[in-house]
Structure formats: C-alpha cells, structure tokens
C-alpha cells in the first residue's frame, strides 16, 4: 500500500516562497504529481515528475514559478514555489501512479492527505 505525506504549506505574502514536500512509501518507481484545489473550484493540475527520466510536466500558470524535483534516496518529491500570487492559494496535493504522468487527477491512484498554501496580497 503506497502512503503519501506532505509537508511544507503554510501562510506567506505575495512574492515570497515556499517548499512543499510528499514523502512516498510501500513502493518506488512512481510518477508523481502535485495538484491543488482552491475553495469552490475543481482539483487541478499543478506540475508532475516522471521516475526514471525525471521528466517534468507543468500548468501554464505556475511555469517559470515553479519547480518540481525528486530525491531518489528519500523517495520524496518537492514543489518549490517562488513568486506566489494570491491566485497560488489552495490546497496541494501529492499523488501518485505507477506509470501516467499526465494531467488528469482523476487517473492518480494515490494522495495524499493534503497541505493548505495560503498567500496574501
């Protein structure tokens, strides 16, 4: 059974940074994704690694703002988030599959419990 952590959310003001974290165990070789869903609006798609190649995907609004990597030894994938906008607000989620790396949340497997970003203007 694959169990997903995250960490790393918390409230910050426009401009500034934060690094999100999901730590993976019970199995390795996922691709993995964060997405995040704001109040009233529908999950969506964030940014998302592959595991061999290490092939990243992201949304038009978080490209060039965000960074998605992962730690093989840790089996952990991190959102680095810098130059946060209050639209940034929401809360992440870490999933997981065992081979799709696409955009669709509704094909992950597994999540994680969530974290809540909240940015102020």
């Known amino acids: 059974q694959v169990q997903l952590v995250e960490s790393g959310g918390g409230l910050v003001q426009a401009g500034d940074s934060l690094r999100l974290s999901c730590a993976a165990s019970g199995r390795t070789s996922l691709f993995m994704g964060w997405f995040r869903q704001a109040p009233g609006k529908e999950r969506e798609f964030v940014a998302t690694?592959?595991?061999?190649?290490?092939?990243?995907t992201y949304a038009d609004s978080v490209k060039g703002r965000f960074t998605i990597s992962r730690e093989y030894a840790k089996n952990t994938v991190y959102l680095q988030m810098n130059s946060l906008k209050p639209e940034d607000t929401a809360v992440y989620y870490c999933?997981?599959?065992?081979?799709?790396?696409?955009?669709?949340?509704?094909?992950?497997?597994?999540w994680g419990q969530g974290t809540q970003v909240t940015v102020s203007s």
């Open positions: 690694i592959t595991y061999s190649s290490g092939r990243t």
């Open positions: 999933a997981a599959h065992r081979s799709y790396s696409g955009s669709f949340w509704r094909e992950y497997d597994y």
